[in-house]
């Protein structure tokens, strides 16, 4: 972008790493806020959300001379709303010139401003977002869209990894397509949570409800447990923690307790025991044989469960593993909800993961402060056994997904294409993501740090294959996937990303 000259005030389009466009108004950065070194640049508000960075003056365009371009380029539904918001704005500051002799007609709706909130490098809590109940650093700052993210709970915001100033702390950015809930979760209901009912009668809790109201989660005063503090866990009892419920938690290697102890957890010597010390206990381990040992082994969960007790099983599992589970725990007494998630390590360590939810349907309510507290929304999808058909089925298209991409890295590859250029097609068409993109350039760099298991991937993938044997429906796309990985596997890649999937073409 050509560089343009440009004051506090001015609406822009502000442009960060790969990601688009989006429209923003130049502000002043609070006081303490020091501009980075050696980069002219404006601190920028962005239309749609809470949403504050410094934007390079290369990376920044006037707003009404590049409208009509970046509209054509850009036709997501969140983009057409924050440009709808710019122009909501634009209209009440020609109604309050034309209706005003200078005096402020802000009467009744100023509030005192507030320290606004900057990711820093060291920041625990990855959110860029101010407290919604701010107001802005001026008051001609563009009001808020309907779709904002009212929250500045844990891990609300993003860091652009693929940008090129991804070391410099004050050009981190909030990800507006990963934290934006829908419009429809700001309605305020009872337990602050937002339900839709649907024809095949699943319902949906928007998390933004709580933070939406009053700027946090206010966090049951129920006790809660947590069994097994893998990639997924981890991240999910940080943010339970964050978000203040009283947390007991249990792990099969005991050291890895020692960090959220530091952090005000509570610690439980056995499965068992965490069971009879909360009201509600969640576990979330690697496949159905964890799951079984852990409700059904020595000191295991069901010796602890009473009548009342709540009993959340988050592993990805078969759906006859959860008719047993469900079964073994209700016949003591205990209510029991599975809610597998859907996400990565990254994903669960900002709060933003995707939670399906079926079984009692009063521990999937009574649980909504958690919920909120560890996704951005959640589903009730009815009988036990539902969320661990659907979570299968969404896996399996995300492994087979990520095996074609792999695919297609390497056939450009050994056709003599640029692998980047291939990238930076695909995301500039219909298949682009913030996946596609993140797990690509990690495959082009070597690096497979896992997010999310190549050997979970490759036991969902097999879990959905059986599955659809028994409903008797042909799965081939998921069965050659599932070679792939098994290949993979055999390469020890199975503790790496799943895109080391990749490796099962160039070996």
Not at 17 to 45: A, E, M, N, Q, T
Not at 119 to 137: I, M, R, T, V
Not at 244 to 251: E, I, P, R
Request: with cysteine; hydrophobic share 35%.
């Amino acid at each position: 972008m050509a560089t343009v000259h440009l004051r506090i005030g001015d609406l822009v389009w502000g442009k960060l790493g790969r990601y688009p466009p989006w429209p923003g108004k130049i502000v002043s950065p609070p006081k303490d806020l020091k501009k980075p070194r050696g980069k002219k640049c404006h601190f920028v508000k962005f239309f749609g959300t809470e949403d504050h960075a410094w934007i390079k003056v290369e990376q920044l365009k006037p707003y009404h001379a590049h409208k009509e371009e970046m509209i054509k380029i850009n036709k997501g539904k969140r983009f057409q709303q924050a440009v709808d918001a710019v122009e909501d704005f634009l209209k009440k500051a020609k109604g309050k010139e034309q209706n005003s002799d200078g005096k402020s007609d802000l009467k009744g709706k100023k509030t005192p401003s507030k320290p606004l909130k900057i990711l820093e490098e060291d920041d625990e809590d990855l959110s860029a977002l101010k407290d919604p109940s701010e107001k802005d650093l001026t008051d001609s700052d563009p009001e808020p869209s309907t779709l904002e993210r009212l929250g500045a709970g844990p891990g609300s915001g993003f860091k652009w990894e693929s940008s090129p100033v991804k070391d410099d702390p004050h050009f981190h950015h909030f990800l507006l397509s990963q934290s934006e809930k829908p419009a429809s979760s700001m309605e305020p209901i009872s337990k602050r949570l937002k339900i839709i009912e649907e024809d095949t009668g699943s319902t949906s809790i928007q998390a933004a409800d709580s933070t939406a109201i009053n700027g946090s989660i206010t966090p049951t005063d129920k006790r809660i447990g947590f069994l097994g503090l893998g990639l997924m866990g981890s991240g999910i009892v940080s943010n339970l923690l964050k978000m203040g419920h009283v947390v007991t938690v249990w792990n099969r290697t005991a050291e890895k307790c020692d960090l959220f102890i530091q952090e005000g957890a509570r610690l439980g010597r056995t499965p068992a025991e965490v069971a009879s010390m909360c009201d509600i206990t969640f576990s979330c381990v690697s496949d159905p044989k964890a799951a079984r040992d852990l409700v059904l082994g020595p000191s295991g969960v069901l010796q602890g469960i009473r009548p009342g007790k709540c009993y959340i099983e988050m592993s990805t599992v078969d759906p006859e593993t959860i008719t047993e589970l469900s079964q073994v725990i209700t016949s003591r007494g205990g209510r029991f909800l599975e809610a597998p998630v859907a996400g990565s390590q990254q994903l669960s360590n900002d709060g933003m993961l995707v939670i399906l939810a079926a079984g009692d349907r009063t521990v999937y309510e009574d649980c909504s402060s958690c919920f909120q507290a560890m996704g951005k929304t959640s589903f009730f999808l009815g009988e036990a056994g539902n969320a661990a058909r659907m979570m299968l089925i969404l896996n399996m298209v995300q492994g087979s997904f990520m095996a074609t991409v792999a695919e297609g890295l390497t056939l450009a590859q050994a056709t003599g294409q640029s692998q980047q250029t291939f990238l930076d097609i695909l995301c500039q068409g219909q298949m682009a993501s913030t996946f596609v993109d993140q797990k690509c350039q990690n495959i082009l760099q070597g690096n497979f740090k896992p997010d999310y298991y190549l050997k979970h991937i490759q036991k969902d993938l097999r879990l959905a294959i059986s599955m659809g044997d028994m409903a008797n429906h042909p799965t081939p796309m998921a069965a050659a996937a599932n070679e792939v990985y098994k290949r993979a596997k055999a390469l020890d890649q199975s503790d790496n990303d799943i895109s080391a999937v990749y490796r099962a073409y160039i070996h």
